[in-house]
């Protein structure tokens, strides 16, 4: 069982002035092909994400795929540190961890302490992992215009 001890002056609702952007790199994965897409979000469409918790369900029209519903899986915040679905908050906390997300041991029994930031996308985040749950008429990868991007590859490998 995960106990937890917070602070009220800890834990604050983020409010982003005009002059800071956030950039979210979004990882997509795309059950049906088995294969992910990396999409850059900034601007509104990454200020509309914070706040939000893994397992809650995003409209795709904040990723530039309308249509297109996805639910957040994990992520990691600036310094590399994993999101945990079970560790509620927008910060960084040191957990007292066995085998599970975050630390995995090479020993029966071994426990480690690791830091693990939590369920909640913060501004310091910058990976969010997704995964497609209610799919459009059009592929992801003609939305993202990724089959023009091997159509580019194709005619610079020949021109060489």
Not at 48 to 75: Q, R, W
Not at 110 to 132: D, E, F, Y
């Amino acid at each position: 069982m995960l106990e937890l001890y917070s602070c009220k002056y800890h834990e604050s609702n983020v409010s982003l002035g005009d002059n800071e952007m956030v950039e979210f790199k979004v990882v997509i994965n795309d059950t049906k092909s088995g294969k992910s897409h990396q999409v850059e979000v900034s601007g509104h469409h990454a200020n509309s994400l914070i706040g939000k918790k893994i397992g809650d369900e995003v409209d795709g029209i904040f990723i530039s795929l309308p249509g297109y519903k996805l639910e957040i899986t994990g992520g990691t915040d600036k310094n590399g540190f994993p999101m945990r679905k079970d560790l509620p908050g927008m910060r960084r906390r040191r957990l007292l961890l066995t085998d599970s997300l975050g630390f995995h041991a090479k020993e029966k029994g071994l426990r480690m302490k690791k830091s693990i930031h939590g369920n909640t996308v913060s501004q310091n985040v910058v990976q969010i992992n997704m995964c497609v749950t209610k799919f459009s008429s059009k592929p992801i990868e003609k939305i993202l215009n990724l089959d023009g991007d091997k159509e580019k590859k194709e005619e610079a490998k020949e021109e060489q």
